[in-house]
């Protein structure tokens, strides 16, 4: 019959349904979110995988790669886990095996490579048809029991197959070898751990069920244990917290050693770094900061690993303290690097969890009850099939000759036997089925023997079926079969990662490390730009600035130092001196840099002392000293320090020496005071130094009493006045003083 090529009848939209986009939208996306929660990035509590890893392992098992068999191209494996199970892309198949393949990636390895399975360095493995793989001793631990109906089973996404839901999982895989993934809304991300460590921590948890992780952490389990070694710097109590919560993160640096060249000379060597940090990406990001003078302290680096890692830095010279070069890399680079902590794990298989430490144990262990359970009741069957076919071969030799009759005279014999002997249908199946080569007599002992046997292991599996201890007790031996295998004295079970506390080193000292010292002339205009020019200049008389423009203040400095800026609205901001603009052109205005109110203006600028005091006054003549260290800000918006409002601003800073202040007004009056009258502050209004009619203060200068106070007039000649000239102005402080002695300044000010 010819094919109907007339369109249907109709106006050609029946079969179309509105859907509202937004309720399509949100079903259709939920739907992709739980799909990429539960079968790809989170593993699976009980075995520590995710679907990918359990179906490669899985496949491996099916096809006889176990540890002792030969090994097999991983594109034939990769093309029967893609082909059987996973129908997602062979390069993403064969990432996730040559991962399982790594050391350096997994602490306990579960695919045991031959050839390039890439590098530390972060080289791609060699391509799947020149690689060959089989499993190792941990994959056999995962799957031990599979075919015990240990697991539940599942059908492949054709249906022409199944495939386990979980792996038995014999080996704490997940807390062993860790696990990241970034899913829909949620993320992993665990740390590898000692094997040893977590087997006593689970034995301690079957003795004591509610033990806490403070315990755990305290008894058994330090923290992770990374593949690549390193160190790791955070407290005890930071890492309890981190476990008790599921989320938090672990602080590993790289291992290192000084190595002596003699004659006072030495250079550091690394011989292990951070986990999941690539050493040549790592080393490129090193001499990048080199170029760029950004690690004065460091000569050079060079990369002398082969199969270790050796990684040399060359210091600057023999005096760098080692411990403040390093200090310094591992601020500034990956040599120190964070692995965060966040145990969202798929509970009971369905449900994205975070879990404490203890629990994600606790999971395991139910687990691992639970499959011994199905194993024995597997067993326990297998065992009474076996029983019930043994005692019909019994039967079968105690009358052996009545039978052979049977088989030889009857059409029927089955039903005869069964009606005869009380037999049934299996066992009589299975004696029609007897060779006649089992006929003699040595076999009736072999069968008793293994009939009284299989009673024995019977009667053993149904006690441990009917007490929770002994399921407990077996479970406890299991675990401690897996430790001996995994101890710390084998090679493959030695703890890698190390703890330490992170030295006391000087931060100051480590900031001074990351800059290159060198000589600057800083310089601010009278509108607030400021600039830094190379090498100190002493003739300030040839800079230039823009129109209108003149300089306020240029003083030397070095590039480690810290500059300090005060403002009339007695604000105080820092600026570090590698920070300044270069000294080419009028430089940067101040207000760019820092958040400075517009309708204040720049007092001063110095370097900063951490050692010295100022004393602080505004026009109205209310001061307070402050120790420099209180000046020092650490962001743009800067620190308040003298508290005035308009029109009163800050109009001095006079460094503190000597024990006595002239305070000169406009008025021309000085009076003289000990400066234990004036209060030390970090923040305030300040007391009154001097009363004034009108007018404020002019100038003010701290000195030693016995050395009398000096000043130089416009001509350049210095005055001295020793303490008894200066008899009629020494009074307290907030008087209104006496007109200045002879000589003085026309200015008003003590110089010139």
């Known amino acids: 019959m010819g094919q109907n090529l007339t369109p249907p009848s109709g106006d050609g939209d029946d079969n179309i349904l509105p859907v509202d986009l937004k309720a399509a939208l949100e079903e259709r996306y939920l739907a992709y979110a739980l799909s990429t929660i539960t079968q790809r990035a989170l593993p699976d509590v009980r075995d520590g995988l995710k679907p990918v890893h359990r179906r490669i392992v899985y496949a491996m098992s099916e096809m006889g790669l176990r540890p002792n068999a030969a090994f097999r191209k991983c594109a034939k494996i990769v093309g029967e886990v893609m082909g059987n199970y996973h129908p997602h892309g062979d390069q993403s198949i064969y990432d996730a095996l040559a991962r399982l393949a790594q050391d350096f990636s997994q602490r306990y390895t579960l695919v045991n490579g031959q050839g390039n399975f890439g590098n530390i360095d972060g080289d791609s493995p060699a391509a ?39 792996l038995p999982g014999a080996f704490p895989n997940l807390l062993a070898n860790g696990s990241s993934g970034i899913a829909v809304g949620m993320a992993t991300s665990i740390p590898s751990h000692n094997a040893h460590e977590l087997c006593d921590a689970a034995l301690h948890l079957i003795k004591d069920r509610d033990a806490t992780v403070e315990k755990l952490v305290e008894l058994y389990i330090p923290g992770p244990d990374f593949p690549t070694g390193g160190i790791i710097i955070d407290d005890r109590r930071s890492i309890i917290e981190s476990y008790k919560t599921g ?150 030799y105690l009358n052996i000759d009545e039978i052979i009759a049977i088989i030889r005279e009857e059409d029927e014999p089955k039903p005869v036997m069964m009606e005869r002997f009380g037999l049934t249908d299996n066992q009589t199946e299975a004696i029609l089925n007897m060779r006649l080569r089992s006929l003699r007599k040595l076999e009736e002992f072999e069968i008793r023997k293994e009939f009284d046997g299989l009673s024995k292991e019977k009667a053993d599996i149904e006690s441990l079926l009917a007490s929770e201890e002994k399921q407990w007790q077996t479970v406890a031996w299991e675990i401690g079969e897996v430790k001996k295998k995994f101890a710390k004295a084998t090679e493959i079970g030695r703890r890698r990662t190390q703890f330490a506390e992170a030295p006391e080193a000087d931060d100051a000292a480590i900031q001074q490390a990351m800059i290159e010292k060198e000589p600057i002339t800083v310089v601010v205009s009278e509108k607030g730009w400021i600039r830094a020019l190379k090498g100190h200049i002493s003739d300030t008389a040839t800079l230039t600035f823009k129109e209108g423009d003149a300089l306020k203040v240029a003083f030397p400095a070095q590039t480690t130092d810290k500059i300090l800026i005060i403002t009339t609205g007695g604000k105080a901001y820092t600026l570090g001196g590698d920070k300044l603009p270069g000294g080419r052109g009028h430089g940067e205005p101040l207000r760019i840099m820092v958040d400075m109110e517009n309708d204040q203006d720049v007092l001063t600028a110095f370097v900063h002392d951490p050692q010295r005091k100022q004393l602080i006054a505004s026009t109205a003549g209310n001061g307070f000293i402050v120790a420099e260290a209180e000046l020092v800000a650490n962001t743009r918006k800067g620190k308040q320090i003298m508290n005035v409002s308009y029109p009163d601003e800050t109009k001095l800073l006079v460094p503190i020496s000597g024990d006595h202040a002239a305070v000169v007004g406009e008025n021309r009056k000085m009076v003289i005071f000990s400066l234990s009258q004036v209060p030390e502050m970090s923040r305030g ?20 009493i016995a050395d009398g106070l000096t000043w130089e007039d416009s001509a350049g000649r210095t005055f001295t006045k020793t303490k008894d000239d200066l008899a009629e102005w020494l009074g307290d402080r907030a008087s209104a003083g006496r007109a200045v002695p002879k000589g003085f300044p026309r200015s008003g000010r003590f110089s010139g």
């Open 128 to 166: 799947m048809r020149y690689t060959e793989s089989k499993m190792t001793a941990v994959s056999e631990l995962l799957l031990e029991g599979i075919d015990q109906d240990a697991v539940d089973f599942r059908d492949t996404y054709d249906e022409s197959n199944s495939e386990p839901i979980v």
């Open 247 to 396: 989320r938090g993160g672990f602080r590993v640096r790289s291992k290192w050693e000084i190595e002596d060249l003699g004659r006072g000379g030495y250079q550091i060597v690394v011989t292990e770094i951070p986990f999941q940090v690539q050493k040549s990406r790592l080393i490129e990001k090193i001499a990048e900061l080199l170029i760029a003078r950004k690690l004065p302290l460091l000569e050079d680096i060079r990369d002398e690993s082969a199969e270790d890692i050796r990684v040399v830095l060359v210091p600057k010279s023999r005096s760098v303290d080692a411990t403040i070069l390093m200090e310094s890399m591992f601020k500034l680079t990956e040599l120190e690097s964070r692995f965060p902590l966040n145990m969202n794990v798929l509970s009971m298989g369905r449900i994205p969890k975070v879990m404490a430490l203890n629990e994600v144990l606790k999971e395991w262990l139910d687990h691992r009850r639970e499959v011994l359970l199905r194993r024995s009741r597997f067993r326990l069957a297998a065992i009474e099939k076996r029983l019930e076919i043994l005692g019909g071969f019994l039967i079968a």
């Open 685 to 704: 209004k300040g007391v009154r130094l001097q009363r004034y009619k009108d007018g404020g203060v002019a100038d003010i200068r701290c000195f030693a």
